[in-house]
């Protein structure tokens, strides 16, 4: 079995597909002799989660279950739950200002003189990403708005097309080869169709471990073409001639659950072919009323409920398909296998929001999960209110192997 490197690509005509970690490219991982690498997701749902139906009564392993928490029950113990963590200062000018810095602590967001930090993602990025072809990826449900700060306090445009993210990933070459791919994917092919001949003959040099690896990876790729092509209207657009230009994308704007759920789809590809070790993604509010069956108004008019039982129910629909999204990108994580461990094992997964309580507007007592990544999981922790946030993050760099005394606000590392 000859080996391959590890930056090993398919590629045809324009199309260039990453490898995901194949035993083939290491003959010697049963040595442990060059471990998976490690990876840092963050996920923010703008709008927090509605307490009630999130926090339980009892810290520890035996937590009761809660609304939200029943549809992550398959994950149990796949994820940490935290309560008490918060940032300090963040009452800023407008009362959604600390969505800014939920991943740089920077205080008093939007006030006068505000400049903000570096975030956590690109502290990693700036030591993962020399591995790998993007540094970081920062992707949006709806806008370019993004939490993604670089260390002058420059914010980093987030991607908002699931279409154009997968063409920026996977299809590369002279600009004519680049626009025939895209309009085959256009018409609903896949770049799988391209690569056949290539992917044949990697089969045939490639150990029956890695065969099934790639079967995996290739439903994968599939699923996320299909799934874009549903979210973006693919299959809808009129086929232009040939010397026509490539037609821009169809969005529904009012279907945050299904770009929310594409994303979701992208960044186990992301992490699988190692285009990026740092992904951070934004949920945002759509201003529209989301394609949720009995939701009547919009997510930021929902969220600040005022008590109304009404509101909160359908406040709770929208957060629930949220939760589930999450949900979902476990599952995948965790069905991914390399080097005798899953994607969920190497990749710390970090879910949540920047509002403790929407209605109120405050940033206090944070939704805070973490799944993956090697930790112990399986608990409600439950931490003094203003317990430094920050201290989490410090614990995911040093678990991804970054050795960090200190980042923003913290006191310390979080230990549970």
């Known amino acids: 079995?000859?080996?391959?490197?590890?930056?090993?690509?398919?590629?045809?005509?324009?199309?260039?597909?990453?490898?995901?970690?194949?035993?083939?490219?290491?003959?010697?991982?049963?040595?442990?002799?060059?471990p998976p690498p490690r990876r840092m997701v963050f996920v923010c749902t703008a709008l927090g989660l509605y307490p009630p139906h999130l926090w339980p009564d009892t810290p520890?392993?035996?937590?009761?279950?809660?609304?939200?928490?029943?549809l992550?029950?398959?994950?149990?113990?796949?994820?940490?739950?935290?309560?008490?963590?918060?940032?300090?200062?963040?009452?800023?000018?407008?009362?959604?200002?600390?969505?800014?810095?939920?991943?740089?602590?920077?205080?008093?967001?939007?006030?006068?003189?505000?400049?903000?930090?570096?975030?956590?993602?690109?502290?990693?990025?700036?030591?993962?990403g020399k591995s790998t072809r993007y540094p970081s990826i920062t992707l949006g449900t709806m806008k370019p708005q993004s939490q993604s700060y670089t260390s002058g306090g420059v914010m980093i445009p987030a991607q908002t097309s699931p279409a154009q993210l997968f063409v920026q990933l996977f299809v590369d070459g002279k600009p004519d080869e680049v626009k025939a791919q895209k309009q085959k994917l256009n018409d609903g092919k896949s770049i799988l169709d391209t690569l056949g001949v290539q992917a044949q003959a990697l089969r045939r040099t490639a150990s029956s471990a890695d065969n099934r690896l790639l079967d995996d990876y290739?439903?994968?790729?599939?699923?996320?073409?299909?799934?874009?092509?549903?979210?973006?209207?693919?299959?809808?657009?009129p086929k232009p001639k040939v010397d026509a230009q490539q037609p821009s994308d169809v969005y529904d704007d009012a279907d945050l659950i299904g770009r929310t759920q594409v994303l979701m789809d992208l960044v186990p590809l992301i992490v699988q072919s190692d285009s990026s070790r740092v992904i951070s993604v934004m949920i945002h509010d759509h201003f529209l009323t989301p394609k949720v069956q009995g939701v009547t108004g919009t997510h930021h008019n929902l969220s600040h409920h005022g008590q109304d039982?009404?509101?909160?129910?359908?406040?709770?629909?929208?957060?629930?398909?949220?939760?589930?999204c999450f949900g979902s990108l476990l599952s995948q994580m965790k069905s991914k296998s390399e080097s005798g461990s899953t994607l969920l094992d190497n990749t710390s997964i970090l879910f949540g929001s920047n509002l403790g309580n929407a209605n109120a507007?405050?940033?206090?007592?944070?939704?805070v999960f973490l799944a993956g990544g090697g930790f112990k999981h399986g608990q409600y922790v439950t931490h003094k209110e203003g317990t430094p946030l920050?201290?989490?993050?410090?614990?995911?760099?040093?678990?991804?192997?970054?050795?960090?005394?200190?980042?923003?606000?913290?006191?310390?590392?979080?230990?549970w």
């Open 1 to 34: 079995m000859k080996p391959l490197h590890r930056r090993t690509l398919l590629k045809a005509s324009g199309v260039s597909l990453g490898l995901p970690l194949l035993e083939t490219m290491n003959p010697v991982f049963a040595a442990a002799s060059d």
């Open 60 to 70: 520890g392993a035996n937590y009761e279950s809660t609304p939200y928490l029943e």
């Open 72 to 128: 992550l029950k398959e994950h149990r113990q796949d994820f940490t739950l935290f309560s008490g963590l918060q940032h300090e200062d963040q009452t800023g000018r407008q009362p959604h200002d600390s969505e800014m810095t939920w991943l740089t602590a920077a205080r008093k967001p939007g006030m006068g003189g505000f400049r903000n930090s570096i975030s956590v993602d690109q502290v990693a990025a700036g030591h993962l």
């Open 218 to 237: 290739f439903d994968s790729v599939r699923n996320a073409e299909k799934n874009i092509a549903a979210v973006q209207g693919w299959m809808d657009k």
């Open 309 to 324: 039982k009404t509101k909160i129910e359908q406040l709770q629909k929208i957060e629930k398909k949220i939760v589930q």
């Open 361 to 367: 507007h405050h940033a206090r007592n944070l939704p």
């Open 390 to 415: 920050c201290n989490l993050f410090v614990t995911m760099l040093n678990k991804t192997r970054l050795e960090t005394p200190s980042f923003g606000q913290s006191t310390g590392t979080l230990s």
